[in-house]
């Protein structure tokens, strides 16, 4: 649990140090990659405190442009089978139960990756 800001008090003193442009570089990607300020960061090494780096995300974006259409593709071909089976009668049903589940969780899918590519763009 957090402490409350009464229990730390205010920042009113400053600590001063010498470092080399190279170890500073270090610091600052380091604190860039777990999203905190260099201060902050400093301030958890030095109280050993717990250092979450963020996720990287690496991606081409042409890559997920290609995949996205394969996966429009996919529904479309899958909205087509349905509408056979469902032409089909009885003997079809399992069938068109399974293809609605699947195209159920590609939506899902695809809801999931589209919101995860807004949080990754939020954080840039």
Same mark, same amino acid.
């Given at each position: 649990? *957090? $402490?409350?800001?009464?229990?730390?008090?205010?920042?009113? &003193?400053? %600590?001063? !140090? $010498?470092?080399?442009? @190279? #170890? /500073?570089?270090?610091? @600052?990607?380091? *604190?860039?990659?777990?999203? +905190?300020?260099?201060?902050?960061?400093? $301030?958890?090494?030095? +109280?050993?405190?717990?250092?979450?780096?963020?996720?990287? %995300?690496?991606?081409?974006?042409? /890559?997920?442009?290609?995949?996205?259409?394969?996966?429009? &593709?996919?529904? &479309?071909?899958? =909205?087509?089978? *349905?509408?056979?089976?469902?032409?089909?009668?009885?003997?079809?049903?399992? !069938?068109?139960? &399974?293809?609605?589940?699947?195209? /159920?969780?590609? =939506?899902? @899918?695809?809801?999931? #990756?589209?919101? @995860?590519?807004?949080?990754? /763009?939020?954080? *840039?």
């Amino acid at each position: 649990m *957090a $402490r409350k800001k009464k229990e730390l008090g205010t920042k009113e &003193k400053t %600590i001063h !140090f $010498r470092v080399s442009e @190279a #170890f /500073y570089e270090v610091i @600052a990607h380091e *604190a860039k990659q777990c999203g +905190l300020s260099i201060s902050e960061f400093c $301030r958890r090494v030095l +109280l050993n405190r717990r250092i979450k780096k963020l996720p990287v %995300i690496i991606h081409d974006e042409r /890559y997920i442009i290609q995949e996205l259409r394969n996966i429009n &593709k996919l529904e &479309k071909d899958f =909205d087509q089978i *349905a509408r056979y089976l469902e032409e089909g009668g009885e003997l079809t049903q399992p !069938f068109l139960k &399974k293809i609605e589940k699947v195209s /159920y969780d590609l =939506d899902i @899918a695809i809801h999931d #990756f589209n919101s @995860a590519v807004e949080d990754e /763009y939020e954080m *840039a």
